[in-house]
Structures are given as structure tokens and as C-alpha cells.
């Protein structure tokens, strides 16, 4: 700087080209810019510009208030006794939610959920969480100790693949993914630097995982870089499949077999819908298979308030089991976790009222029943409705939903519409999403946010919009898509 | 694997040797191994072992709540409202209070804080803490398009630093940070990898920040990396000044002349109490140092909720306001953010109460300041009677606690304790903290867990023990360090 104070003509210090490019390399469909331009039609619509449609639904994430669903009472209770305790006086509130309350705040510092809590987590909340783990997986012990409360389980996952990232070059870990794939992992591994291992599941039969797959990708990329991670989502996420039994003990051995941590998504675990299909967790899976396996095999898995039938995502509750973690590692994770001081705390209570819901005999229980059971069969209902009504669409054909909250069926476009798309430099599945959002005002999220077979085509969409309103959606988008198909043929 | 199934004998793909060598060196001291010890002494306590005393008091940490500071009313009654919906037509609660649950509750998908929210945070929370930041500067403008809602501000300061990582070797991105700092700075570094650049804070000068200092340490980092980034944290953690109106202005001329990204950790912005201190902004002395400098410098500034007189730790709550940030980047930054889908939604509400708060008229308005200066006077007061007692001590001097929450002093320590401490490869700040910890149940971080000038010796201690608490510990401290001073010489 002259003495004078004039600046030297200089550019910005963080511009695209100099920063981060790990960064760079990140994409999220889920919140691409097919959503952006959702918000914009959205706010056109307020400003009274007209549209051929009244209203913008937005099938394109698992945010299930946001399509109507009702918060559970009971939980809703609880967390305000635990926000504002001079409500413990008030008779509207039942003695079992009041109780939990207490015991939760008992445990906060100051008797307040506005006190940091350990980094791991509030101590009786993963008590609790590990007592829920026992009885869901027929008695196998769960430890505490094994057990950190997370941030949504995003949050969890992103810090496991994190301490797992090591190497440079053909040293670099690598980590396996299904494609299709929820896109946290795509993001994550892309900004961490990792290196992503592609496994394509089956779609013929009804999404499965093959283990020769998972061995071919495997052994392609021992060429580049260094595999350590299998990551599985169960039920599936985009594509609704719920694993066998036989299936997660074969993914085990497998990973036993290839020296893999194994990474087990397990957020959607109440939602299976789907007659003769049921939840399997790895962990019970894992210890079934014998100490040969239950000894060895390194697992993280993952749980949330977000899915099943709480769809409490605002609050950001989750939390993780590490089995067979190597000690030192497991004290280096909580210095890690510690430098965040926490997970909120609303959220770790919520995680508790999840795992700790009321029992036979306490006062809220039938009510809790009720609005559990009318969630998820509400849920059940809307998967069978989707996928009959897609297939009934000419070059729409869907797979069972028999889990989780989404279907993804393929699309077949025509040889015109795929042009038009790459001439405009977009995916053809993009394109037409697009294409829908503009016309109809459903917003999906193209199958190429997700990963998919080249030369195959597809969309996400969530089946929580209310039972009436997703018929409307569905035929809508027959509508659309047989328009589509005509106007490009 | 043979086929009879059994496994090849392998170690754990996970290791301390294998794992990401970046987590390695993180360190986090407020949560350290003093802490750690500390918890374990709390349940040894309520085993029912003896000690020389009855209680740990946690002044290692700024956690109001934990520490007996009872949350505002009016913040926790809105919070209530938005989680229990139905309270509304409790006619218990105050209009003002109804008044603001209803309108975030009419920002949030399906009126439910369960919903997930935009990636940047709630539109109209975004609106009111523009509004917050424009009445606070003196009119200067905020635009809503550059606040990000953030977890915490811990998640804000970290995401803009990832932004900022890049480069190889000597062209890797440095970043100057105080000392003493705020163990966040060197933990995110760390994991990054990006390249800690320290400065030195003058003592005798009341902590305050002499541009030559970061001059010298700016010139000797440039033979290694790339200086790009400088955080400052005011009024500071944990050395407690406030920054005078003119040593910010040289900052920013100083950031503006060697092309610095700007970063200013703002949380305790209401927490001054020095006669003739006063809180300025960055962003206020940026603009009003003319367009020349605002129109350039680039620079983030964070809030939170967990400071102030709030203390509403648990909640996670924090904002993060971006100038002159090149529009593609805000862009990355935005996509970024995404991936985590949104901050807790709990805690967005409550930042919006902070910047929102009850205005003169509103029923809830002198309940609520009332609440809110008792909390700062209270503090002010601490914070007095802390550098009183402790500068009654020989072998400790107290630097006034001009802002924050913590005092930093400096300890003297005998030649023969220093020693004893290195036999055993501990700091002989740690050695000292260890065996307060051990011997009164106060729980300080020591000053090596911040840094500090080579030869000396500090500890940070929070002042938010109650205070008649507080005048306990403080007494207890200096027994202590008497005992502890003749015992080693």
C-alpha cells in the first residue's frame, strides 16, 4: 500500500479457481438445481405469476412434516417439558412424558438442554440407545461406550469415512458405494479426497446386491487405489430395496474375506412395507455368524430421528455403534468429535424418546401406537399405490418399494429427447425432470443425481405426499410422461 | 477365505497407524485429558470415594447453563410454543411469545420444526439477522443473501476455512491465528492441513494485537506457505480483551495491503464489561472506513447462541455473515452446506429470537431485560472480582477481564515443579492444573492447550461460577497455588 493509503489493484483472496478443489468435486441432486429452480417457481407462484399448476410439490426429499405427516405427540411433549420445565406443573402433560423429561434433564448440566453435553453424547440417552439396539437385535449386547450421539446421521457417517481416509495415490483409500447411491456418500468421499468404488446393484431383480458385483468392482479398483470401505444402505436409498438375511451375511463375509470396514446405513429401519421382507441389521447379522466374524469384522451403523415414523429431520438427532473399533482409534474419534463440543442437544433427546417410546401400561402408549401405526401403514399403502400406478405408465417401469420412502423407476426416453438434452449439455434424465417441474410443478430428482447404469434412466421420488395428493402427483405424471414420450417420438 | 470358511488371521483395516494422519494431530485441549480426568473424579465422587473435596467445579469450559445460569424466559417459552404447537391456545403464555413461534412455525415445511429448512437456514431467520446486524452497525446494510444459519458458530468457522484449503507445499494455504487461541483454530487446521501461522498477543499490554507482531509472523510464514487467511477473535478467547476501534481498523488495513481473507469470531460481542471498552464489528469499521476497503476486503464474521447472556450452548445455534465473497464461490459455499441439508432447526429458531428479541411495548419486553442485565452485571462483576483475588496472589498476574467469559493468567512456577513436570512429559502448566484438579476439585484447561510465549505459564478459567461459588474457588486457587509455590521451592 502506497503512503498515501491507495490499495494496490489486487483480486479476491478466494475466488473458484484458488480455493478448495475437493470442494469443487462435491455434488448433492438432492438439493441441486433442480430444487433451486423449484424455490424460484415457488416464489413466482406467490408473486402471482401464472403457472399451468397451483402449487409446487416437492417429492424430492425424505422430509416427511414438510408433506404433512404429524409430529408424535409424545415426543413433542417431552421435548417441551425439556425446553421450558416450568410446564412440569402443568396437568395437560401425562405423568410418562413428564418422566422422561425429568430423567433427560436430570442428566443435562444445570438441569438444562442449553448446557453443552459430552462430546460423545448425554450418558443415559446412549444408555438408552444401547438397551434399544439389545432388544431390536434379540438380546446381542450392545455397549454404551460403543455408542456416539451424532449430528443427523450425516453427520456420522461423514466423520467415519473421515478418520478412514488415508494414503495418496494408488495408496489412497477407496471407498465402495452402490450406484444408485444416496449422494452424501458421493459428496463426502469427493471432499475428503477418498476414492469412490462404484458396485452397481441389480435392477432386474428388484435392486439386490450381487457379491461377484461387489468382486468386480473390488478388483477393478485394486488397479488405482486402496479399498477399505463397504458402504451398504438398508432398506435402500433411492431405490427401496430391503436386503435379505442371506444377502447382509454374504456382504459380511465378503467383507471379512477383503480385510473392508463395513459401513451400515441403517436409517430407514422401521420402514419395510413390502409382505416377506423384513429389517435385518448388520450388527445381529454380524453376531449370529459366530465369533469367527462377531470378533473380527469392523462395523459402524447409523440411525437417525429423521426417517421411519418420527421424520423429525429439523432436529438433527442420530447417532452411530462401532463395533470391533481398534481403541486407539476409538479415542482419537472422540478427540475428534469433542472439537464440535457436541451434538445439539434437542436432538440427542429426541434420539432418546426414539429408542426409549412409551410402553404397555404407560399412559401414552395406545396413543403413540395409534399415530406410529397410522404413519407407517399410511407409508405401506402409499408404496404399493406408487408403484402399481407407474407401471401402469408405457415406458415406466418401477420396481417394489418395499422399503424405505422412495421409488425409482426407469424411464425410457425417446432417441429425440435425448438429443435435445445433450445438445443443451444436460443429462437426458435432467432434462426431462426439468421438464416435468415446468409443466406440472412435481419436483423429482433425476436418476443421474444418484448414479445408474449408462444408457438407463430414471427419477427419485418420495411417497410422502398424503395419500389423495399423491394420486393427483401420479397421474399427473403419467400424463406428463406420455405427452413427453409423443412430443419426442 | 478357504473353503471351509475360515478366516485368514488379519489385523484391523482401522488403525492408529492407518487412519487419517490429519485427525492425528488434532488437538482440543478445553476437552481434554483434564477434563476427561475430571469426569472420572465426578463419578468416583458419587461412588462414594473420599476427597479432600465434594464437588468438580467445571471452570474449563464456557457453558453458563451447566455452570447454574437459568435460561431467558421469553427465549424458552417461543421455543416451546414451536416444538408443542398446541400450546398455543395456552393462555399462560405472552402474546409477543405466541407472536414469534407462530411466524418461524409459518416459515418451517408443514408448520413443523421437524421439517428440514433451506441448506442456508430459514428464510425469515436469514431476514432477521440482517435486520439485527444493520441496527447494530449504525444502519450500514446487511443482505439476508449473505447470512448462512450454521451449527453452532464452531461449524461456520470451519466451513469458511475449508473453503480456503488448497495449494501443495509452499503453496499451501497458511493461516494466522492468535496465541493464545481458541483450540477450535489449531484443530481445524489440523485437519484440514492447512498451515497454522501464529501471532503473538502483547500480555503487557492487556492481550492487545500489535500489527508489527503479524507483520513478523506473516513474512517468516511466507518462506513456507501461503498466508491467506487471518482469524481474529473478539473480544478474545481466551485472553478476554476487547479490541479497540483503531487496532481493528489497522487490522483491516493491514488484511487489505497483504491480501488477507478476513475471519472474526464475534460470539461474545455483548460480553464487555471494561469501563471505556466498547464492541465494534469488523463489518462496521470496514464500511466505515470508506468504499476503498468494503468494497475489497473480504471477510466472514460469526455470532452464535451459545455466549452473551444467553448460554444456550446445547442448542447449536450460529450464523455466519459473508462480504464481498466472489459469487462463485458463495455458489460452492452454498452447495457445500447442502450436503448436511440443514442446521438444527431448534437452533435457528433460537438464534432468531436473540437477533429478535422482545421490543419496548411488547408484554415481555421487562421480564425479559430485566433477565437480561442481571446476566451481564453478574458477569461484569465476575469478571472484576477475578482479576481482583487473583492479582492478590504472588506468582500470579491477571490481565483485566475486559469481554468474554474467561481470565487467562499467568502463573509462576517453580524451577523445581517445572522439572518434575517434564520428568514426567507433561507441560508444567498440565502438571499444575492436574494437581489442582486432584487436590480442590477445580477444573482449569491449561495455558499450553492455547499457547503461549515459550518460558511461561497460564491457565484459562471461566469467571461464570456463581459468585459466591466463584469467590470460593478463587480462594481455594490461591491456597492452593501458595501450598503448591512452597512445596516446589
Redesign the interface.
Known amino acids: 500500500?502506497s503512503e498515501n493509503?491507495?490499495?494496490p489493484l489486487?483480486g479476491?483472496?478466494?475466488?473458484?479457481d484458488?480455493?478448495?478443489?475437493n470442494?469443487?468435486k462435491?455434488?448433492?441432486a438432492?438439493?441441486g438445481p433442480i430444487v433451486q429452480r423449484a424455490?424460484q417457481i415457488e416464489k413466482e407462484l406467490k408473486e402471482g405469476v401464472k403457472k399451468p399448476f397451483e402449487e409446487v410439490i416437492k417429492a424430492n426429499?425424505g422430509?416427511?412434516?414438510?408433506?404433512?405427516?404429524?409430529?408424535i405427540t409424545f415426543f413433542?411433549?417431552v421435548?417441551?417439558l425439556c425446553?421450558?420445565p416450568q410446564?412440569l406443573d402443568?396437568n395437560?402433560f401425562p405423568e410418562d412424558a413428564k418422566n422422561r423429561a425429568r430423567r433427560i434433564l436430570q442428566s443435562?448440566?444445570?438441569n438444562?438442554?442449553?448446557?453443552?453435553?459430552?462430546?460423545q453424547g448425554i450418558d443415559c440417552v446412549r444408555h438408552d440407545v444401547a438397551n434399544y439396539i439389545q432388544r431390536r437385535d434379540g438380546g446381542i449386547p450392545s455397549d454404551p461406550d460403543n455408542i456416539y450421539l451424532t449430528?443427523?446421521a450425516?453427520?456420522g457417517i461423514?466423520t467415519i469415512l473421515?478418520?478412514?481416509?488415508?494414503g495418496e495415490g494408488r495408496t489412497r483409500t477407496g471407498v465402495m458405494i452402490s450406484i444408485p447411491q444416496y449422494?452424501?456418500y458421493s459428496?463426502?468421499i469427493a471432499?475428503l479426497g477418498a476414492v469412490q468404488i462404484s458396485y452397481y446393484l441389480n435392477e432386474e431383480k428388484c435392486w439386490s446386491l450381487d457379491i461377484s458385483e461387489l468382486q468386480r468392482a473390488l478388483q477393478a479398483a485394486r488397479e488405482h487405489c486402496s479399498p477399505?470401505?463397504l458402504c451398504i444402505i438398508n432398506p435402500g436409498n433411492p431405490t427401496g430395496q430391503v436386503q435379505s438375511r442371506q444377502c447382509i451375511e454374504d456382504v459380511i463375509?465378503f467383507a471379512?474375506?477383503e480385510?473392508?470396514?463395513l459401513m451400515a446405513d441403517e436409517v430407514y429401519q422401521d420402514n419395510v412395507y413390502a409382505e416377506g421382507c423384513e429389517f435385518h441389521s448388520f450388527k445381529k447379522v454380524l453376531f449370529e455368524m459366530g465369533p469367527?466374524?462377531s470378533s473380527?469384522v469392523?462395523l459402524a451403523s447409523f440411525h437417525s430421528t429423521s426417517k421411519c415414523y418420527?421424520?423429525?429431520?429439523?432436529?438433527?438427532g442420530g447417532y452411530m455403534e462401532v463395533i470391533?473399533?481398534?481403541p486407539?482409534?476409538k479415542a482419537?474419534l472422540t478427540?475428534?468429535v469433542?472439537?464440535?463440543?457436541?451434538?445439539?442437544?434437542?436432538?440427542q433427546a429426541l434420539m432418546d424418546l426414539v429408542v426409549n417410546s412409551p410402553q404397555p401400561g404407560e399412559p401414552s402408549y395406545q396413543t403413540f401406537m395409534k399415530e406410529r401405526t397410522a404413519v407407517l401403514s399410511a407409508l405401506a399403502e402409499k408404496a404399493k399405490l406408487t408403484e402399481e400406478i407407474l407401471n401402469t405408465v408405457p415406458g415406466i417401469s418401477c420396481n417394489p418399494v418395499q422399503g424405505a420412502m422412495y421409488s425409482f423407476p426407469r424411464i425410457t426416453l425417446p432417441e429425440r429427447a435425448i438429443n435435445e438434452a445433450k445438445a443443451k449439455d444436460q443429462a437426458p434424465d435432467m432434462f426431462y425432470c426439468m421438464k416435468l417441474l415446468e409443466e406440472t410443478g412435481i419436483c423429482l430428482v433425476p436418476g443421474s443425481g444418484f448414479g445408474q447404469r449408462e444408457g438407463t434412466y430414471h427419477f427419485r421420488m418420495t411417497i410422502l405426499p398424503p395419500t389423495e395428493k399423491l394420486k393427483i402427483m401420479l397421474n399427473k405424471l403419467k400424463e406428463f410422461h406420455q405427452k413427453f414420450t409423443q412430443q419426442y417420438s
Open positions: 500500500m493509503g491507495a490499495l489486487r479476491k483472496v478466494l475466488t473458484v484458488t480455493m478448495n478443489a470442494v469443487k462435491v455434488d448433492y438432492v438439493r424455490v426429499i422430509d416427511a412434516h414438510a408433506m404433512g405427516q404429524r409430529p413433542r411433549q421435548m417441551a425446553t421450558y410446564l402443568d395437560k443435562c448440566g444445570g438444562s438442554i442449553g448446557a453443552y453435553t459430552t462430546s449430528t443427523g450425516s453427520d461423514v473421515k478418520l478412514l481416509t488415508a449422494p452424501l459428496a463426502s471432499e477399505r470401505v463375509r471379512a474375506k480385510n473392508l470396514f469367527e466374524y473380527k469392523e418420527m421424520g423429525e429431520c429439523g432436529f438433527r470391533n473399533m481398534d486407539g482409534v482419537q478427540k475428534l469433542s472439537v464440535r463440543l457436541c451434538p445439539p442437544v434437542p436432538g
